[in-house]
C-alpha cells in the first residue's frame, strides 16, 4: 500500500501526478484560502508526509495529532511556522526549499529599495488621482542610490546576490552577519561592519537575516536611533525581525527616511495598520519569491524533499 500524503494548498497538477506516482496524494483544494486549522487536525492523524506553506502553524499541538507522520515539507526557505525542534524529537524530519528562491527574492529586495527612495507609490498615487497638474522642480523628488551605501543585515544566498545589484549601482557595501565572510568580502568588494556602525553608516539597510530567538525585535527603538535621518529600511525577510511599533514612530518622526516592506509581524497585514498610513512606507503582500518560474521551482522541489525522505534517500534540505 503506498504512503499518503496531505498538501495543505491546491498546488500544480503537473506536480500532484508526479508525486502520485509514489505516494497516495490529498490536498486542501483552495488555492487562494490556508486550510482550516480542524481540518488539517484531521488530516495530519494518519498521513506519513505532509507538505505544507508558511501559513500552516505545525507546532507541538498539530505534530501530537500525527500518528504515522515521517517528514514535514514546508514550500519556503523560512520555517519558523514548524517547531522544529518537538518534530526532530519525535523523528520528523522537516525540509524546506532554499537557494531556488534566492534570485528572484534579491530583485524584489532591490525593486523595494528603488521605489522606497524614488517615492514610487506614492507618484502613481499622485498622478492616478489627477494631482499633475505641472512639472515642478522638487515635486515627489526622492533619493539617490547610486554612489550611496548599502547595509546589509544577513550575508546569506540572498545577501550576497543583493550585493552583487549594488555593484551595478555603483554602491558602497557594507555588512554585519554573525560571521564574517572574508571570500565574499574579496568577490564583491564588501567591508564587514559591527552591528552598530553599521546602522549608524548606511544609507539604506536590508534585513535579510532568518528569524530566530536571536533575531526576534532586532531593529527596535534603540536601533533607530542610530540611523540617519535619511536613512531607507528594508525587509524581505522576516516581519518579527522589526518592531513594528518602534518602526512606526521612527518613520512618523522622520527619524527616517522611508520603509520598504514585504513582510509583518502578522500576515497578512490588517489593512488599518498604523504603517499602512504612512506615504513613506512602499508595501508588498510578501511576494518575495513571486514569479512564476520560482514558485514552481519551490513547489517541485519540496515535493522532492518529501518523496526522498519517505523512500529513506538522501535530502540535502533537512533543517532538523
Not at 47 to 56: A, F, N, R, S
Request: hydrophobic content about 40%; overall charge neutral.
Amino acid at each position: 500500500m503506498k504512503q499518503r500524503i496531505y498538501i495543505t494548498r491546491k498546488i500544480s497538477n503537473e506536480i500532484v501526478e508526479w508525486l502520485k506516482q509514489f505516494v497516495d496524494v490529498k490536498m486542501w483544494m483552495e488555492e487562494e484560502t490556508p486550510v482550516p486549522r480542524a481540518i488539517l487536525q484531521k488530516e495530519i492523524r494518519e498521513v506519513d508526509g505532509l507538505y505544507c506553506l508558511l501559513t500552516e502553524q505545525v507546532d507541538r499541538e498539530l505534530i501530537n495529532q500525527a500518528n504515522n507522520l515521517k517528514v514535514i515539507s514546508n514550500m519556503a526557505v523560512g520555517y519558523n511556522n514548524i517547531d522544529i525542534e518537538y518534530a526532530a524529537k519525535k523523528g520528523i524530519a522537516v525540509t524546506n526549499t532554499p537557494g531556488v528562491l534566492t534570485e528572484t527574492t534579491a530583485d524584489l529586495t532591490f525593486s523595494l529599495l528603488m521605489a522606497t527612495a524614488r517615492r514610487l507609490g506614492e507618484a502613481e498615487q499622485f498622478l492616478r488621482e489627477g494631482k499633475w497638474t505641472t512639472w515642478s522642480p522638487m515635486l515627489l523628488t526622492g533619493q539617490d542610490i547610486y554612489g550611496t551605501t548599502l547595509g546589509i543585515i544577513g550575508l546569506g544566498r540572498i545577501g550576497e546576490a543583493v550585493a552583487r545589484r549594488a555593484k551595478g549601482f555603483g554602491m558602497k557595501i557594507i555588512y554585519y552577519n554573525r560571521n564574517r565572510k572574508p571570500n565574499v568580502e574579496r568577490e564583491l568588494n564588501l567591508t564587514y561592519y559591527p552591528f552598530e556602525e553599521l546602522l549608524k553608516t548606511a544609507d539604506y539597510i536590508c534585513i535579510l537575516t532568518p528569524f530566530t530567538d536571536e533575531t526576534k525585535n532586532l531593529i527596535d527603538e534603540r536601533e533607530f536611533k542610530l540611523m540617519k535621518p535619511n536613512t531607507i529600511l528594508i525587509n524581505t525577510s522576516r516581519g518579527g525581525i522589526v518592531n513594528e511599533e518602534a518602526l512606526y514612530k521612527a518613520l512618523s518622526k522622520n527619524q527616517i527616511w522611508g520603509a520598504g516592506l514585504d513582510v509583518f509581524d502578522e500576515e497578512p497585514i490588517s489593512a488599518d495598520h498604523p504603517l499602512l498610513s504612512l506615504k513613506n512606507v512602499v508595501v508588498t503582500p510578501h511576494i518575495g519569491s513571486a514569479s512564476i518560474q520560482t514558485r514552481m521551482r519551490m513547489a517541485k522541489l519540496a515535493a522532492e524533499n518529501l518523496i526522498s525522505v519517505l523512500q529513506k534517500k538522501q535530502c540535502s534540505f533537512i533543517v532538523n
